[in-house]
């Protein structure tokens, strides 16, 4: 799993663009999006959404599906895990 | 602070008479994928027949996603037109060539190619993107194909349309507001008329369907697998479509003048900018609201005369929810008929504005109101859209078109003339407040001044330039939020543009990068300082090669002069790649620098 979180945190940041971060400066259990964590947008969503795909072979039919997964990424580890096809 | 400039707006218009001059239509021409022509699309409409179909023209691997296709290939459309070598045209321009000939014939009286003050406005943000992304990989190679580089930018689908028709030299403009764009052609020729800047305008738009475009809504996963619900509470997205469709306007003195028949009047229009996001719609329909409300101050009246609305109702959860909010609050408990056509001609995005238009036209014209084809179910909160109306006379009909960036527009077509127009009008001068280049990508690396980082992550080259020219030039004439922004761009966002497409290209139509596609329409720039400003005055974009800077200019001008705004943010924004400057120089073309931005603020001079 620590291994997941720090691979899906190095995705992240590449996938995002958000070249400013390290993955020691995401918090596994922060809030992904709203103003309280990362601050992220439903854009970011859609690219998160391919990430999975990418990465793993998870595919949403629906960007709402994502709402519950992206919370955290400790969230979307969890989810991978179950759900991961590579 | 926010509503100033609409407030402006409706203060210049009960100063300027001008403005009220009704503008005549005098010939209509319609290729979508209901018919390639006037009456096969009233056939169409009037049997509920829809032209969402699985995909047969459109070389892309989705095939599981209906398409609202025009049911011509382009060796049909080439040869209905009379061309023999049509391998670099683009299907924008054969549709739009199509549209804009009926829409010469359908008047039979003007000389249209032998006028001396003609333009011709076109809107498309597509362009020659359907020739680009089928050579480009071979380009990148060999020379072979390197001349389909000349039918790529915009701009020039609009001079291939001029060419193919034999027009006796037209001034050629291409508006680029994504969904938007040709309605915003129509607003922007009514303007020209109005102002005595040319006799005959003929505008609309034209959009063909591409795999780029296609992919990019479908990152965006906002495309429906099955034929879309505009307005239901099951809509689940977009069905994407092609087409054309062209009005030819004159003043209406002028068209009674000659005795033309006249089908109809342009009697009011709106710009306006939800200034919320680049690619959703605000909650409370803002931008949409305003459009609405600018379009019925200036044709004097009241919501309760408005008969029809042809509505923008894309099927998207975002679109629908918003647009239904906007139309409440500008029609209370009073809702006029209103529907979505969409279901018939899919999403025609850029032609969409023309389209519906001529839409509306034919219903005025036979007496009925075309349905929300397939409406089932109420949404929560949702207009209830009418399944179609047999016998109905349309006096005075809304239509919406809203685009990315929030750019919203809306036009009343009246069937009677509905204001006397005289000639005395206010004229107001202006001067350029200020001005700030960036012509070296070393000029970038303060941008943090303007944007923040989280923000940077996002911008290419051109849009950080063309954010610090504008917020600088702003900042230098001591304005916070400008009355109207008016972009000017000739190949637009080339570097995001360009890796969305070699990712496409090269690895499939599958793993595509949503971000990439939301910052590739033109009007990203002027949407961008519209949303940082929060300006929610009028909002457009143009590209045409060169020039385009020339008619953003006079676009400025005119708004000051005839006061309907008193501060214009113009902004001239161009980036290259090494990719495209390598295909310029093959092709002996000067190639365009790596980036270059100007911004200038034009004020009205105060007495």
């Not at chain 2, 930018?153 to 969904?179: M, R």
Request: hydrophobic share 35%; proline share 2%; with cysteine.
């Amino acid at each position: 799993m620590e291994e997941l979180i720090k691979n899906l945190k190095a995705q992240i940041i590449d996938a995002l663009n958000l070249e400013e971060l390290s993955i020691d400066d995401i918090d596994t259990d922060a809030a992904l999006f709203g103003d309280d964590g990362l601050g992220l947008d439903s854009i970011d969503a859609l690219e998160l959404i391919v990430l999975l795909e990418k990465n793993y072979g998870i595919r949403l039919a629906n960007a709402s599906e994502g709402k519950d997964i992206f919370k955290s990424v400790r969230s979307i580890a969890e989810y991978v895990e179950k759900n991961r096809k590579k | 602070m926010i509503l100033l400039s609409f407030e402006a707006g409706l203060e210049a218009l009960d100063k300027c008479i001008t403005l009220k001059m009704d503008i005549a239509i005098t010939g209509i021409g319609i290729v979508s994928a209901i018919g390639a022509n006037s009456q096969d699309v009233l056939a169409s409409l009037k049997q509920g027949i829809s032209g969402i179909t699985n995909m047969k023209y459109l070389e892309s691997e989705h095939k599981e996603l209906p398409v609202g296709e025009v049911k011509l290939s382009n060796q049909e459309m080439a040869k209905l037109l009379d061309i023999d070598d049509y391998e670099y045209l683009s299907r924008t321009t054969l549709m739009g060539a199509l549209a804009v000939k009926e829409a010469i014939d359908s008047n039979g009286k003007l000389n249209v190619r032998g006028h001396k003050k003609i333009t011709f406005i076109s809107g498309t943000t597509v362009g020659g993107m359907d020739i680009t992304e089928k050579y480009y990989t071979q380009m990148k190679s060999d020379d072979r194909h390197l001349r389909a580089l000349n039918s790529h930018d915009c701009g020039s689908s609009s001079d291939a349309i001029v060419d193919i028709l034999g027009f006796y030299k037209p001034n050629v403009c291409t508006i680029s507001t994504a969904c938007s764009s040709a309605l915003n052609a129509i607003i922007i020729g009514s303007e020209m008329l109005k102002s005595g800047e040319t006799d005959i305008v003929i505008a609309g738009g034209t959009e063909a369907l591409s795999k780029f475009h296609l992919n990019g809504f479908n990152t965006l996963m906002i495309l429906d697998h099955e034929r879309c619900r505009p307005f239901d509470a099951t809509r689940s997205g977009i069905n994407l479509g092609e087409g054309a469709a062209y009005l030819v306007l004159q003043r209406a003195d002028d068209a009674k003048k000659e005795k033309q028949n006249i089908q109809g009047y342009i009697t009011g229009y709106g710009n306006a900018c939800d200034a919320f996001h680049q690619t959703a719609s605000s909650e409370n329909g803002e931008g949409a609201y305003l459009a609405m409300t600018k379009a019925l101050a200036m044709a004097s009246l009241e919501p309760k005369d408005i008969d029809y609305v042809n509505a923008h109702g894309t099927g998207t959860q975002n679109n629908d929810q918003s647009e239904s909010v906007s139309l409440k609050r500008v029609f209370g408990e009073k809702m006029p008929l209103v529907s979505s056509t969409k279901a018939y001609t899919g999403h025609t995005t850029s032609a969409s504005g023309s389209i519906e238009a001529v839409i509306c036209l034919i219903a005025m014209h036979n007496n009925f109101v075309p349905g929300n084809l397939g409406w089932e179910n109420p949404m929560a909160d949702g207009i209830i859209p009418t399944l179609g109306v047999e016998d109905a006379t349309l006096n005075n009909v809304l239509c919406n078109s809203f685009g990315f960036g929030g750019n919203d527009s809306s036009i009343v077509i009246s069937s009677k003339s509905l204001s006397v127009c005289e000639s005395e009008k206010t004229e107001y001068d202006y001067e350029i407040a200020s001005s700030v280049v960036i012509d070296d990508e070393e000029q970038l690396k303060d941008y943090k001044e303007f944007i923040s980082v989280a923000e940077a992550r996002r911008m290419g080259k051109l849009m950080k330039a063309a954010t610090i020219t504008s917020m600088k030039a702003l900042r230098d004439a001591g304005v916070e939020c400008p009355d109207a922004i008016i972009t000017a761009t000739a190949f637009g966002m080339l570097e995001t543009s360009e890796k969305f497409l070699e990712d496409m290209c090269v690895n499939g139509e599958s793993l595509l990068k949503p971000t990439l596609f939301m910052q590739s329409t033109h009007n990203t720039i002027g949407s961008s300082i519209a949303i940082r400003t929060k300006c929610h005055g009028y909002n457009v974009t143009y590209t045409q090669g060169m020039i385009s800077y020339d008619w953003a200019l006079k676009d400025a001008e005119r708004l000051i002069r005839t006061g309907q705004a008193r501060t214009v943010l113009v902004g001239v924004h161009d980036e290259s790649t090494q990719t495209f400057r390598d295909f310029q120089t093959r092709l002996g073309d000067e190639p365009t620098p790596m980036i270059y931005s100007k911004s200038i603020v034009l004020k009205k001079k105060e007495d």
